[in-house]
T-cell receptor, first 114, second 115 residues
Framework: KAGVTQTPRYLIKTRGQQVTLSCSPI?????VSWYQQTPGQGLQFLFE???????NKGNFPGRFSGRQFSNSRSEMNVSTLELGDSALYLC?????????????FGSGTQLSVL | KQEVTQIPAALSVPEGENLVLNCSFT??????LQWFRQDPGKGLTSLLL?????REQTSGRLNASLDKSSGRSTLYIAASQPGDSATYLC??????????????FGGGTRVLVKP
């Protein structure tokens, strides 16, 4: 059974650009969550999608957005990139996104903003 | 607002020594607590999950305890090996059902096991 797949693995962008990251969950999983990991702030919850609907959202500006497709694949978009957006972006999938369900994480997309 | 703290931030031990990693949280109203391992530049691998009603969980050389009333969890790794070198993170799930499986993470403890 394939794990959670994130593409691309690495990205380099410049300030002001926008970026789209992709996440394919484990087959059969309908919930996808996104987390940002930085040396200063650690791991922080961005948002969670279930059945193409955003169900939960963390405390991030509106420049961070996402969506989920009917096959449960998810994308997140960051517009007007800032230096502080440099981070490892991790997505995680679970069956239903219910409280207490085990999360399976992808290897992440390392974004560098120059 | 839940805050999760892991002290120390880094730890170095000789091979064979037992590892003791600490995690504390400010709000005892948790649904469960998980321990993860993260290798450099990689994703997270779930090690142990403890439900709020449990006191401990064991898997092989790993044992995690939970004291909800004091807001603490400890991960014990017996007879450490160089392959145990990684960052270990703890995370809690809150009791609010609407929050789903959103995790609040600690900052992690970076472990180095020297041969």
């Amino acid at each position: 059974k394939a794990g959670v797949t994130q593409t691309p693995r690495y990205l380099i962008k410049t300030r002001g650009q926008q970026v789209t990251l992709s996440c394919s969950p484990i087959s059969g999983h309908r919930s996808v969550s996104w987390y940002q990991q930085t040396p200063g702030q650690g791991l922080q919850f961005l948002f969670e999608y279930f059945s193409e609907t955003q169900r939960n959202k963390g405390n991030f500006p509106g420049r961070f957005s996402g969506r989920q497709f009917s096959n449960s694949r998810s994308e997140m978009n960051v517009s007007t990139l800032e230096l502080g957006d440099s981070a490892l972006y991790l997505c995680a999938s679970s069956l239903e996104g219910s409280r207490g369900e085990k999360l399976f994480f992808g290897s992440g997309t390392q974004l560098s903003v120059l | 607002k839940q805050e999760v703290t892991q002290i120390p931030a880094a730890l170095s031990v000789p091979e064979g020594e037992n590892l003791v990693l600490n995690c504390s949280f400010t709000d005892s109203a948790i649904y469960n607590l998980q321990w993860f391992r993260q290798d450099p530049g990689k994703g997270l691998t779930s090690l142990l999950l403890i439900q709020s009603s449990q006191r401990e969980q064991t898997s092989g050389r790993l044992n995690a305890s939970l004291d909800k009333s004091s807001g603490r969890s400890t991960l014990y790794i017996a007879a450490s090996q160089p392959g145990d070198s990684a960052t270990y993170l703890c995370a809690v799930t809150g009791m609010i059902k609407a929050a789903g499986n959103k995790l609040t993470f600690g900052g992690g403890t970076r472990v180095l096991v020297k041969p």
